[in-house]
């Protein structure tokens, strides 16, 4: 059983910056690929980032030139470098992970993962 636990959610100002965490325990971080997906109020959970445990990383196209996925495989830590943020990515932010199996799977898909974590509340004020 895997565990995943989110970090890094706050309160910040359009333009700014942020850097979520999702620490893992319970597995063998290398062998996952993770995902990160937001749900916004009143919407359903989107896809946003994810990393394969090769290192491709699939972009949102709404977050595209201003997220960066990343992965520490010796901390068993995934990252979203989140910059220039905008009202709209106001949202609670999850992660997930799943068994890479496949080097032709994007991972974009919410059914594609098995483990989600409780997710951290990101709030960007205009």
């Known amino acids: 059983q895997v565990q995943l636990v989110e970090s890094g959610g706050g309160l910040v100002q359009a333009g700014d910056s942020l850097r979520l965490s999702c620490a893992a325990s319970?597995?063998?971080?290398?062998?996952?690929?993770m995902g990160w997906f937001r749900q916004a109020p009143g919407k359903e959970r989107e896809f946003v980032a994810a990393?394969?445990?090769?290192?491709?990383?699939y972009d949102a196209d709404s977050v595209k030139g201003r997220f960066t996925i990343s992965r520490d495989n010796a901390e068993n830590t995934m990252y979203l470098q989140m910059n220039n943020l905008k009202p709209d990515d106001t949202a609670v932010y999850y992660c997930?992970?799943?068994?890479?199996?496949?080097?032709?799977?994007?991972?974009?898909?919410?059914?594609?993962?098995?483990?989600w974590g409780r997710g951290t509340q990101v709030t960007v004020s205009s």
């Open positions: 319970g597995g063998t971080f290398s062998r996952y690929a």
């Open positions: 997930a992970a799943t068994y890479d199996y496949s080097r032709y799977t994007k991972y974009t898909r919410q059914d594609e993962y098995i483990y």
């Open positions: 990393i394969a445990t090769g290192g491709r990383t």
